[in-house]
């Protein structure tokens, strides 16, 4: 049975040992989300009407500082260890990336990029939520051949087993934990489908083409309209922001392994903090300005 399988099997981090150099599975499926990503990104963005050397550049940027971001968060957070493993900071493929780094600076090249070279930052936001979510869906499964990302002991059918040397202090004498990083890409798949039909939707109805309604009264059609702007407004990423974050901060709660606050994690705290400002931006400075446009 399938199952007896993963129940018995401790994966090995290491895919080819060639002695001074190693490919590990972590950095193999990265690299797997990486260009599935971009792949999204380009077809998208190319339907979009976005040029070629945007498509590619403000990537290149997004990705460049978004990595060096999640190596930077995850490295503070586990200060202590790398100041005396100060090296350590760049074995990468050892794991040890955090994500909300990532977004942090990833967004912040996006924005400079946007804003340099006159581009649509919405437009490019929507696409991304769609290409960013793909490549997390692939990149989580690298968590469970590097023993992480596993919540509280459990007897339930999904369950993985944990090898004595990666269980957190304390949780010595158990065998089987959550695999949350399999909860993760599962949810992530319904939020992948819920932002691909409101992609489909922002194409069948361009308000940059403007729109032709009959027989349409005008409480429907101002509804119409304020779904539209929404979207055109960077809806789609409004919508995976704060679907991806509810979703982290929920299983924040099983997670081992990490320093608590009053029974609140260091993630719990920025994934907070992040939905505050970015809630905050959007609400009364978007949708605000909007909304009066639309009444007027």
């Known amino acids: 049975m399938v199952l007896d399988f993963f129940y018995n099997f401790y994966p090995n981090r290491v895919l080819f040992d060639f002695g001074?150099?190693?490919?590990?599975?972590?950095?193999?499926?990265?690299?797997?989300?990486?260009?599935?990503?971009?792949?999204?990104?380009?077809?998208?963005?190319?339907?979009?009407?976005?040029?070629?050397k945007h498509i590619f550049d403000s990537f290149f940027w997004m990705i460049l500082f978004g990595f060096i971001g999640a190596r930077l968060f995850y490295v503070l957070y586990y200060f202590l260890?790398?100041?005396?493993?100060?090296?350590?900071?760049?074995?990468?493929?050892?794991?040890?990336?955090?994500?909300?780094?990532?977004?942090i600076f990833g967004l912040i090249a996006l924005f400079v990029y946007c804003k340099k070279n006159k581009q649509n930052i919405?437009?490019?936001?929507?696409?991304?939520?769609?290409?960013?979510?793909?490549?997390?869906?692939?990149?989580?499964?690298?968590?469970?051949?590097?023993?992480?990302?596993?919540?509280?002991?459990?007897?339930?059918?999904?369950?993985?087993?944990?090898?004595?040397?990666?269980?957190?202090?304390?949780?010595?004498k158990y065998n089987f934990f959550m695999p949350l990083f399999l909860y993760?890409?599962?949810?992530?798949?319904?939020?992948?489908?819920?932002?691909?039909?409101?992609?489909?939707?922002?194409?069948?109805?361009?308000?940059?083409?403007?729109?032709?309604?009959k027989d349409v009264n005008v409480k429907t059609f101002r509804a119409n309209m304020e779904k539209l702007t929404f979207i055109e407004k960077g809806g789609i990423f409004f919508i995976y922001i704060n679907l991806y974050c509810l979703l982290r901060f929920i299983?924040?709660?099983?997670?081992?392994?990490?320093?608590?606050?009053?029974g609140v994690s260091y993630n719990q705290i920025m994934v907070a903090f992040i939905l505050l400002v970015f809630n905050s931006v959007w609400f009364f400075k978007i949708r605000k300005k909007d909304k009066t446009k639309i009444e007027k």
């Open 20 to 52: 001074v150099f190693k490919i590990y599975w972590y950095g193999l499926f990265i690299f797997i989300g990486l260009i599935a990503s971009f792949t999204v990104y380009y077809f998208l963005s190319k339907k979009q009407n976005i040029e070629k």
């Open 81 to 103: 260890y790398y100041l005396k493993n100060p090296l350590k900071i760049f074995a990468f493929w050892d794991g040890g990336i955090a994500i909300l780094g990532g977004f």
């Open 122 to 172: 919405f437009k490019i936001l929507n696409i991304l939520s769609i290409s960013v979510i793909v490549g997390q869906i692939i990149g989580r499964i690298g968590n469970y051949f590097n023993q992480e990302l596993f919540g509280l002991p459990t007897n339930f059918f999904l369950k993985i087993p944990i090898s004595l040397e990666n269980r957190p202090i304390g949780f010595e």
């Open 184 to 213: 993760e890409m599962f949810f992530n798949l319904t939020i992948l489908l819920i932002l691909f039909l409101y992609y489909k939707k922002s194409l069948k109805n361009n308000l940059g083409q403007g729109i032709m309604m």
């Open 251 to 262: 299983l924040e709660f099983f997670r081992l392994g990490e320093n608590k606050f009053y």
